[in-house]
C-alpha cells in the first residue's frame, strides 16, 4: 500500500508552485489590459476615430496582450528537451528564474534606458519580450511540474496529486484577481491605473516567483529521471524518503522494465493513435476558448456596463468558481474516473456557450450572461482543466514521456494564441 508521507506532501505542494505562476502570470494581464492600451498602444495612433487605424490599434493591443502565448509556444517546444536532458528539476529551476525576470522587467520595461514611468510607447517591445520570456517559464512549467509530481507520487494518489497542479493554476489566477482588484482600490483612478498601477501588478509576480526558486534548491530529483541517468542509487534513496521499501523497490523494477522495454525510444513505436490522443487532449483543453475569460473577463464584464472596479471585482467571482470546481475535479479524479469527467465537462460547455452565444446575439448584458460564463468555467474546471493533466502524465510510457509531452504540451499555444490575439 502507497505511503503518503510528509515529504510526498511537501514536494507536491513545492511543485504546485510551478502552477501556481502558471496561473499567475497568466491572468495578471487581465487587470492591465485598458492599462496597456492607454500606455502603449493609443499614442501610436493619433486618429483612433479613423475605421482603419482603431482596427490596427486593436490588433497591435490583441498582440501585445497575447504576446506571453509565443514563449509558451518556445517553452513547451524546449520542455520535452529540458525534461529528457537536463531533468525535471533544474528545469523547474530554468522556469522559476523566467518568471522572476518576467516580473521584474515587464513592470518596468523602460529600464535602464529610461527613468521608471516615463518610457512610454517607445518601449512596448520591450515589455513584449519581457512577457514572452514569462512566457517561456509557462510552458516548461505547464509540462515540468505535473510531470514532477506524478513521478514522485505513490500510484493510487497519483491522479489526485497531479490535478492538484491545476488547483494552484487556478488559486494562483484567483490570488492575481485580488492583488489586482487591490492594486486598482488603492490608486487615485483610471489615470493612476493606467500610468503606474499596471506596474504593480506584474511586479507582484517577484514575490511567488521568488520563493519557488529558493524551495526548488532542497527537492530532489525524480527517481525516472535518475534511473534514466543510470543513478539507481540516488533514485533508491529518494524513494526512500517517499515510499515504504517494499513499494520503493517496486518502484525501481516497475521503472527499469519499462526503460528496457522499447529501447529505440520511437515515440511511434508505442502506437500513433497514443500520440495522437495525447495531442487533441492537449490541444482541446486551451481551444475550448478558457483563456480568452483569463485573459478579457475584465474587459468582457466592462462591456455590460461596469466600472473598472466592479469589473475587476467580478472576476474574482469568476476565478472563485474556478478554483470550487478544481477542488471537486481533485475529489473525484480517482473516484469516477478521467473519461466520464471530460464527457461531463465537455455537455456542460457545449451548453453554456450556447446560453451566452444567445445571451450576446439578443444584447444581452445582464445576469444570465455572467451566470452563464461562470458555468462554462465550472464545467471546465470539474474536467478538462485538471482532468487533462493528469492524463497526460500517465498515459505515456516512462521513457518516452519527456518526448511525447514535448509534443503534447505546446500543441494548443499556437492555437491559443491565434484566439486571444483575434479576440
Known sequence: MARLNRSVVLLTLIATLGGLLFGYDTAVINGAVDSLRAYFINPRFPNLADPAQANAASSLLGFVVSSALIGCIIGGLMGGWVSTRIGRKRGLVIA?????ISALGASAPEFPFAAIGHGGPAYMWNFV???ILGGIGVGLAS????????E?????VRGNLVAWNQFAIIFGMLVIYFVNFGISKSGSGDQWLNTIGWRYMFLSGAIPATLFLLLLFFVPETPRFLMMKNQEERARGVLARLVSKEDGDREIADIRASLQHHQSGRLLSFGGLLIFSGLMLSIFQQFVGINVVLYY???IFKG?????????FQTIIVGAVNLTFTV??????????????QIVGALIMAASMIWLGTELSLGG???GALISMLVYTAGFAVSWGPVTWVLLSEIFPNQLRGKAMGIAVPAPWGWEYRVNWTF
Open 143 to 150: 509540462m515540468l511540474s505535473p510531470m514532477y509530481i506524478a
Open 304 to 312: 455590460m456596463g461596469l466600472s473598472t472596479n466592479a469589473a475587476l
Open 152 to 156: 514522485i507520487a505513490p500510484p493510487k
Open 365 to 367: 448584458k445582464g445576469m
Open 328 to 341: 471537486i475535479a481533485i475529489l473525484t479524479v480517482d473516484r469516477f474516473g478521467r473519461r466520464p469527467l
Open 96 to 100: 522559476a528564474v523566467l518568471f522572476l
Open 297 to 299: 473577463a475584465t474587459d
Open 129 to 131: 519580450i519581457y512577457r
